[in-house]
């Protein structure tokens, strides 16, 4: 049972470790509750010549019960160091009030816990309230610093803390229960009866043992209630914020991205690139932008999709937001992917990670029509401010040619939203001491090449590991080929000698080409498609080939529906789905 308990004391503080970054984990392990103390003395120091003094006797009680927990809790070294951002809130007067009363509330459910150490370290069923005690303090600290460890914390504060507030009152409220339960009037007596002896008969222990374990499966149920109470009502307020903001879903995006991969580890080589993790790890400004480019079909958008993945699975060791947005995609009317759509997607995602966003983006949407939320100024106003919020962020643009309109002056609105991330967001950000990285993914159209060709780019089709991501998928294709047409080793070497040849870095090219050989229906036509005056030397040859496999080779009755389903296509208003091609042909035959 002892083993257990530390175990419980380790995983309450990996867990409150692994939420912190570096610079905060080097500030708890060096901080003591005399330098809390001092640092209280100096703020009074500080503020008493303005008549703005504190009482800060307040968190007298928190100190000391802090400091009997950290008695009690002996494999922890230091737990006073995690009071060590009191002090933060101190330019702020408002901010300090709200945060030492908080302190004050925590401070008179620890209070006395020290008396039971006798208990704590005797028996063992009666330590599960420390070991909540400490879990309840260590999610009070990791929620204080939601609010006062963002960059732009002052500004934010007001909207904050209300989501704060929302999160204390239920580890206020376990606190509070846990202390009623070691207040207990039956329990105290045994209670009572332990401590003054050791000779303790085996049925009061048992007795103790099992009123303890009553009540604190009681509790935990009443805190399973709270906290799905608690859960259910951020949720709501989340889900009501998304439907205002209608964001595109870029989640399918992602999905639809990444089913391009012909396999797992298909560009896996960008990880080792060091122009990459220098991106990916680097906090100057040299390395803050990264500029993926490369000719159409090159493979941008599936790079992309693997980057994003493995971005999102580093999240335990990759402290900060990480939002995404595929430009080339088109909406639900088949229009094109707009800046304002970026944006939807972008405060969405923040928000969906960050629920010290819920009460400032309440307030700006709440009151805002249908047509402000679709207002360029207002959207990126909100993106701006969510984004110097946070520590740390990762901000990926896959396709941003794509969304290009002619404005005045020939200016386009990839090359106004680079100034903006480039000349605004980022300067602002280091101000502030927010670690924001951006990477931009697209073709070299012109427009976007002079604002970024000063920051690190990685060329597609120049990349000689990209190119031999290329020659894997086309060995591998070319092999079922082989398999299935009964071809010899020779042959098979000539299609990939072709394929490579031909491709020049683009990965549409080899794709397009191989999928149409795999796909003839005979050794004969085959051949055809590998004559020296059919084999495609370019990408839209090779969508010619396609075209007449499709149309032109196949039985009248194939060819016929091939042309019917190509003419919906063409006719539609918006894009088809598969599934309602397939639904149409059914009912219309």
Request: charged share 30%.
């Amino acid at each position: 049972m002892e083993l257990e308990t530390c175990i419980g004391f380790d995983r309450s503080l990996a867990r409150f470790r692994s939420r912190l970054s570096d610079e905060q984990k080097q500030n708890f392990t060096s901080t003591s509750r005399k330098e809390v103390e001092n640092s209280m003395t100096e703020i009074q120091d500080r503020i008493g010549p303005e008549k703005k003094l504190r009482t800060f006797s307040r968190i007298r009680k928190f100190l000391e019960g802090m400091e009997q927990i950290e008695e009690l809790v002996k494999i922890f070294l230091n737990v006073s160091e995690v009071v060590a951002f009191v002090w933060i809130a101190s330019t702020r007067i408002d901010s300090l009030d709200l945060l030492l009363g908080a302190y004050q509330d925590i401070g008179e459910a620890l209070h006395g816990v020290g008396k039971y150490e006798r208990l704590f370290k005797n028996y063992p069923d009666a330590r599960d309230i420390l070991d909540k005690y400490f879990y309840d303090v260590l999610e009070f600290h990791y929620s204080v610093l939601q609010v006062f460890s963002g960059p732009g914390w002052k500004k934010f504060f007001s909207y904050a803390w209300p989501t704060f507030k929302t999160r204390f009152r239920p580890i206020l409220d376990s606190l509070k229960r846990h202390r009623d339960l070691l207040s207990d009037e039956k329990l105290s007596v045994i209670i009572e009866e332990v401590q003054e002896s050791r000779k303790t008969t085996e049925g009061r222990l048992e007795s103790l043992s099992s009123e303890i374990k009553e009540k604190l499966s009681e509790l935990r149920e009443h805190l399973r209630e709270k906290d799905l109470e608690q859960q259910g009502s951020l949720k709501k307020l989340k889900d009501q914020l998304v439907t205002k903001l209608n964001p595109p879903d870029w989640e399918a995006d992602q999905h639809d991205a990444s089913k391009q991969r012909y396999a797992p580890s298909s560009g896996d080589w960008i990880f080792g690139d060091v122009r990459y993790k220098e991106w990916l790890q680097g906090t100057t400004q040299e390395h803050n932008v990264l500029y993926i480019n490369g000719i159409p079909g090159s493979g941008k958008t599936t790079l992309t999709s693997r980057i994003i993945d493995q971005i999102r699975s580093e999240s335990h060791t990759l402290t900060g937001a990480v939002a995404f947005f595929y430009f080339k995609n088109k909406t639900s009317d088949g229009s094109r992917r707009t800046i304002t759509d970026m944006y939807r997607a972008l405060l969405t995602q923040l928000l969906g990670q960050d629920d010290a966003l819920i009460e400032y983006l309440h307030q700006k949407c709440a009151p805002a029509n249908e047509l402000d939320l679709h207002r360029e100024e207002y959207l990126r106003e909100m993106t701006k401010t969510c984004l110097l919020s946070q520590r740390q962020a990762w901000i990926i643009l896959d396709g941003l040619d794509e969304c290009d309109e002619v404005l005045e002056n020939n200016r386009t609105e990839s090359r106004q939203l680079v100034k903006w991330l480039i000349e605004n967001i980022l300067p602002d950000a280091s101000t502030q001491g927010c670690h924001i990285r951006i990477l931009i993914s697209g073709q070299r159209d012109g427009h976007i090449d002079s604002l970024l060709h000063r920051h690190p780019g990685i060329n597609l089709d120049g990349t000689p590991s990209h190119i031999r991501d290329i020659e894997n998928y086309t060995n591998g294709r070319a092999s079922l080929i082989r398999q299935r047409f009964s071809l010899d080793p020779s042959e098979e070497a000539s299609i990939v000698d072709r394929v490579k040849a031909s491709s020049k870095g683009m990965f549409l090219y080899a794709k397009v080409v191989l999928d149409n050989l795999l796909a003839q229906d005979s050794p004969a036509e085959l051949e055809d498609e590998l004559n020296q005056n059919n084999f495609p030397q370019r990408l839209d040859a090779a969508y010619e080939r396609v075209a007449i496999r499709i149309l032109d080779r196949p039985s009248a009755s194939r060819s016929n529906s091939a042309r019917k389903i190509l003419s919906w296509v063409i006719c539609a208003q918006r894009p088809f789905r598969w599934r309602e091609i397939r639904i149409y042909v059914v009912i219309h035959g």
